[in-house]
């Protein structure tokens, strides 16, 4: 089972931009399919980007252009780029093994002026 902490959220202004982590454990991250999710308030959680264990990546289509979803296999982890950001890209951000894994804690990005 791999373990994940998410970090690296914030308030940031319109236009702004941030960079998310996913630190993961176990030996089993660079084999892993990894995914970015988030969940706005009162909305359903939604897939963002997802990378797979060859580097191969995939967005969802209010991101693209904006997201960039990245990993290092090294340091097991994964980030998420962000940039251009407007207000309905906030929300509480997840990364998670797919297709199965444990749900971390999150990491909450505001998006406001």
């Known amino acids: 089972q791999l373990q994940v902490v998410e970090s690296g959220g914030g308030l940031v202004q319109p236009g702004g931009s941030l960079r998310l982590s996913c630190a993961a454990s176990?030996?089993?991250?660079?084999?892993?399919?990894m995914a970015w999710y988030r969940q706005a308030p009162g909305k359903q959680r939604e897939l963002v980007a997802t990378?797979?264990?060859?580097?191969?990546?995939n967005y969802a289509d209010s991101v693209k252009g904006r997201f960039t979803i990245s990993r290092d296999n090294a340091k097991n982890t994964v980030y998420l780029q962000m940039n251009s950001l407007e207000p309905e890209d906030t929300a509480v951000y997840y990364c998670?093994?797919?297709?199965?894994?444990?749900w971390g804690q999150g990491t909450q990005v505001t998006v406001s002026s």
């Open positions: 990378i797979t264990s060859g580097g191969s990546t």
């Open positions: 998670r093994r797919v297709p199965t894994g444990s």
């Open positions: 176990g030996s089993i991250f660079r084999l892993s399919t």
